[in-house]
């Protein structure tokens, strides 16, 4: 038996549908609140390159990551809103990444102290307080009081 597969696989992006499904997501946003597009894997193979003007044409101003690669595509494609990373970071990752301003969450102490001596330092990274489904342990606010009595900011 021979399968004649000879299309393989394909993805069509039809960028107006992105642009009008962002449109209407926009439109559900509560007043006061803002959105961040998670565009991590490749804007989820559409292409971080073609998706981020969309995303700035719209108005938004926080997008999502995982990796510093991603970062450095979203800052390459002229992004100059904020970036987030969505998982915690490590040292080696927090250090190469300082050129494509990530704001990271703060995870543990030993990672609140290098945020803190980074944003005493001339280069600067903002942190972020993980939000697990509602809850707040203990070690994670721990976290954000040490970041905070250095002078980090800590959003979340």
């Not at 990551?65 to 809103?81: D, L, P, Q």
């Not at 040292?91 to 001596?117: F, G, M, W």
Request: charge should be positive; aromatic fraction near 4%.
């Amino acid at each position: 038996m021979t399968v004649d597969n000879h299309l393989g696989s394909w993805c069509e992006i039809h960028l107006d549908r992105i642009s009008r499904n962002l449109k209407l997501t926009l439109g559900l946003v509560p007043s006061g609140r803002r959105l961040c597009a998670v565009l991590k894997a490749d804007a989820y193979g559409h292409g971080i390159k073609q998706v981020v003007p969309l995303m700035q044409a719209q108005g938004v101003r926080c997008i999502g990551i995982t990796s510093n690669a991603e970062a450095r595509a979203v800052r390459k494609a002229g992004f100059n809103g904020t970036i987030i990373r969505r998982r915690a970071a490590t040292p080696d990752e927090i250090d190469n990444a300082l050129d494509a301003q990530i704001e990271e969450q703060v995870s543990s102490i030993a990672i609140a102290e290098r945020l803190a001596s980074i944003k005493s330092g001339p280069e600067t990274s903002a942190t972020s307080e993980p939000v697990k489904a509602g809850f707040i342990w203990p070690s994670s606010l721990t976290c954000t009081l040490a970041a905070s009595s250095v002078g980090s900011s800590a959003t979340g």
